[in-house]
């Protein structure tokens, strides 16, 4: 009963170096996003997708990129890491809500980025 | 522009105390509004979810409430015990593909 899974848990990068967070989900859902928490700041939505090929930008979308190319995978890449970026990255995940399903969203357990 | 605000940002009670988490929200054309709790260093682990036509929802010692018209939800937690101490977060969702508002949270500890 995997859930939300990502990868890695925890990465430092130097500044201008790029990276991707990997995200899965098992669980079918059309729904996924990609959400940093920061001290104060809250969660700020960044990118999200509603299925396979569809993607549009959140709250704060700069810096990152995203595509999705299959239900179950939405990778977050950062292009050219700045000590901004330093943030708990989230992806969760949800049925599109309509009809029994309550688009209640699920989230996998965090990726720790520090960029120096 | 919707805005979600939690009410008090930290909370400290002893064992056994009956509490109420408050959430407010400015645009109350939501689609649903989910309560998280977030225990440190982990993820978002989800509670409660109400429908914009539901009233509340009930989980073993957890109650939600929801008024759209006062832009209100209240999230009650019964004979309070030590691990419920985390932060406890609510997020309205704006439409069927929309995405979730999160307030500030409220930091939750419960005394022994």
């Known amino acids: 009963n995997a859930g939300v899974t990502q990868t890695p848990k925890f990465q430092v990068l130097k500044t201008g170096q790029s990276m991707t967070l990997q995200c899965a989900q098992d669980m079918n859902h059309e729904y996924m996003s990609w959400y940093r928490q920061d001290p104060g700041m809250g969660l700020r939505l960044i990118h999200y997708?509603?299925?396979?090929?569809?993607?549009d930008q959140g709250e704060v979308p700069n810096g990152y990129n995203v595509s999705r190319s299959t239900t179950e995978d939405f990778p977050l890449r950062l292009l050219s890491a700045a000590p901004s970026q330093t943030s708990v990255y989230f992806c969760a995940s949800s049925w599109v809500a309509s009809g029994v399903n309550t688009g209640e969203l699920f989230f996998g357990e965090g990726s720790r980025l520090t960029v120096l | 522009k919707q805005e979600v605000t939690q009410i008090p940002a930290a909370l400290s009670v002893p064992e056994g105390e009956n509490l109420v988490l408050n959430c407010s929200f400015t645009d109350s054309a939501i689609y649903n509004l989910q309560w998280f709790r977030q225990d440190p260093g982990k993820g978002l682990t989800s509670l409660l979810l109400?429908?914009?036509?539901?009233r509340e929802q009930t989980s073993g010692r957890l109650n939600a409430s929801l008024d759209k018209s006062s832009g209100r939800s209240t999230l009650y937690i019964a004979a309070s015990q030590p691990g419920d101490s985390a932060t406890y977060l609510c997020a309205v969702r704006t439409g069927n593909t929309g995405k979730l508002i999160f307030g500030q949270g409220t930091t939750l500890q419960v005394k022994p």
């Open positions: 109400i429908q914009s036509s539901q």
């Open positions: 997708s509603v299925g396979a090929g569809i993607t």
